[in-house]
């Protein structure tokens, strides 16, 4: 009965790591996915996630009873600070609905099913380019997909008066999409007075933001700093919805960590929000895993390993940051054509190289080395030992 049934794709980023582990070539190198990798090439499991996982584990008071569907509580009353300020006034007057989901991905995706079933408006805008997955999520969850002017590859910057242009042009209520900071997969993000002139335009016109936060603590290094766009929006008193992920900040991928918080009006909306969320979650996964959420909490709720953890993510975000300029060098050194500013300009995990489809397949031919085919790739999978091969790489590309 199955026979019909077509071989689909793999997914555009997660396939390259398929793609990679299938090479055989000792010099590999996998550039795809969005994961942090030591000076050595390896997976990082952070000093502090250790230290919480040790105490978990000595904890005989500790059960796998269920969570409740919204999850677990200190986790969720530690995120909501986490992202909107311990003294935000939305925490302070508890009109903030909170609830674990797993990662990012869930997060958006709970977001999206609440609003399909409880807004008025279906559209929802995102930016253009967007993370492969939004728009996948976003329609499966019932909304209708829209792309707002983001990137202009001209300028390997952004596209400010075409965002301003077509939200201008969204209609009333549509819900906006908007990267919290270290846009994925350009790398670039608004200024901090650009962002206040996208939070009136959209004020004024009643657009809706949602919030995608998958690298806070990842742009600058510095969590606060890299909140700041979130908390402008929710200063105004304005709802606001945002989706965190742990994966990256917290090194915890594949624990599937994240949280998703909607700003509401009142407490009394907050609260019934939350009522609706659970009607949400209940059919979908009945409530979330319980370790992930629990290392998190322990670590946000102790003062010690909060800050060790600070301390760790920014090494993490300043090693990302001298593996562009030690690209950006290589690049030059080689006298490669073009203007390959842009890598030391943008932020976080990517950049957005410019390298066209057919670029990026000669240098996973020749080069053995893996990236989505827009040309996006991930600094934190590079090191000192392997930027020499991915500037070869690059400046044979280029050239040919
Ligand atoms: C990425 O963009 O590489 C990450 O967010 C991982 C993913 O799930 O796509």
Same mark, same amino acid.
């Given at each position: 009965?199955?026979?019909?049934?077509?071989?689909?794709?793999?997914?555009?980023?997660?396939?390259?790591?398929?793609?990679?582990?299938?090479?055989?070539?000792?010099?590999?190198?996998?550039l795809g996915v969005g994961a942090y990798r030591t000076e050595e090439g390896k997976p990082l499991v952070l000093n502090v996630v250790r230290k919480a996982e040790h105490?978990?584990?000595?904890?005989?008071?500790?059960?796998?009873?269920?969570?409740?569907?919204?999850?677990?509580?200190?986790?969720?009353?530690?995120?909501?600070?986490?992202?909107?300020?311990?003294?935000?006034?939305?925490?302070?007057?508890?009109?903030?609905?909170?609830?674990?989901?797993?990662?990012?991905?869930?997060?958006?995706?709970?977001?999206?099913?609440?609003?399909?079933?409880?807004?008025?408006?279906?559209?929802?805008?995102i930016p253009l380019p967007t993370w492969g997955n939004h728009p996948k999520v976003f329609t499966l969850a019932g909304l209708s997909v829209k792309t707002y002017r983001?990137?202009?590859?001209?300028?390997?910057?952004?596209?400010?008066q075409g965002l301003l242009e077509d939200l201008g042009s969204a209609p009333p209520g549509a819900i906006v999409l908007l990267h919290a900071c270290a846009h994925n997969?350009?790398?670039?993000?608004?200024?901090?007075?650009?962002?206040?002139?996208?939070?009136?335009?959209?004020?004024?016109?009643?657009?809706?933001?949602?919030?995608?936060?998958?690298?806070?603590?990842?742009?600058?290094?510095?969590?606060?700093?890299?909140?700041?766009?979130?908390?402008?929006?929710?200063?105004?008193?304005?709802?606001?919805?945002?989706?965190?992920?742990?994966?990256?900040?917290?090194?915890?991928?594949?624990?599937?960590?994240?949280?998703?918080?909607?700003?509401?009006?009142?407490?009394?909306?907050?609260?019934?929000?939350?009522?609706?969320?659970?009607?949400?979650?209940?059919?979908?996964?009945?409530?979330?895993?319980?370790?992930?959420?629990?290392?998190?909490?322990?670590?946000?709720?102790?003062?010690?390993?909060?800050?060790?953890?600070?301390?760790?993510?920014? $090494? @993490? !975000?300043?090693?990302?940051?001298?593996?562009?300029?030690? /690209?950006? #060098?290589?690049?030059? %050194?080689?006298? =490669?054509?073009?203007?390959?500013?842009?890598?030391?300009?943008?932020?976080?995990?990517?950049?957005?190289?410019?390298?066209?489809?057919?670029?990026?397949?000669?240098?996973?031919?020749?080069?053995?080395?893996?990236?989505?085919?827009?040309?996006?790739? $991930? @600094? !934190?999978?590079?090191?000192?030992?392997?930027?020499?091969? /991915?500037? #070869?790489?690059?400046? %044979?590309?280029? =050239?040919?």
């Amino acid at each position: 009965v199955f026979a019909h049934v077509l071989r689909a794709p793999e997914d555009p980023i997660l396939g390259v790591t398929v793609a990679y582990n299938k090479d055989p070539s000792p010099n590999k190198l996998n550039l795809g996915v969005g994961a942090y990798r030591t000076e050595e090439g390896k997976p990082l499991v952070l000093n502090v996630v250790r230290k919480a996982e040790h105490q978990l584990v000595n904890d005989i008071t500790r059960v796998k009873e269920y969570l409740p569907i919204v999850g677990l509580a200190e986790f969720n009353k530690q995120s909501a600070k986490l992202i909107f300020g311990a003294n935000s006034p939305a925490i302070l007057e508890n009109r903030v609905a909170t609830v674990q989901c797993l990662s990012g991905t869930g997060s958006l995706r709970v977001g999206g099913e609440f609003l399909a079933r409880h807004y008025h408006e279906r559209q929802i805008y995102i930016p253009l380019p967007t993370w492969g997955n939004h728009p996948k999520v976003f329609t499966l969850a019932g909304l209708s997909v829209k792309t707002y002017r983001y990137y202009d590859p001209s300028t390997r910057g952004l596209n400010f008066q075409g965002l301003l242009e077509d939200l201008g042009s969204a209609p009333p209520g549509a819900i906006v999409l908007l990267h919290a900071c270290a846009h994925n997969p350009t790398g670039v993000d608004p200024t901090l007075e650009q962002w206040d002139q996208i939070r009136k335009l959209m004020r004024s016109k009643q657009l809706l933001p949602f919030f995608d936060s998958a690298y806070q603590g990842f742009a600058s290094g510095s969590l606060d700093t890299d909140a700041q766009p979130v908390r402008l929006f929710v200063a105004d008193g304005g709802e606001c919805f945002v989706a965190q992920s742990y994966a990256k900040n917290l090194g915890l991928y594949g624990e599937r960590v994240g949280a998703l918080s909607i700003v509401c009006k009142n407490a009394d909306v907050a609260s019934r929000v939350e009522s609706q969320l659970k009607l949400v979650i209940r059919p979908m996964y009945s409530n979330p895993p319980i370790h992930g959420a629990s290392i998190v909490a322990t670590i946000l709720k102790d003062r010690n390993l909060f800050d060790e953890w600070t301390i760790e993510l920014k $090494s @993490m !975000a300043d090693r990302i940051i001298s593996m562009r300029q030690q /690209l950006f #060098d290589a690049l030059r %050194a080689r006298g =490669t054509p073009g203007d390959w500013s842009h890598i030391i300009k943008q932020i976080g995990m990517f950049t957005f190289t410019g390298l066209n489809p057919e670029q990026v397949s000669f240098m996973t031919k020749e080069y053995h080395i893996y990236m989505t085919s827009d040309g996006r790739i $991930s @600094m !934190a999978g590079l090191s000192s030992r392997t930027v020499p091969h /991915l500037a #070869d790489g690059i400046h %044979a590309a280029v =050239t040919r």
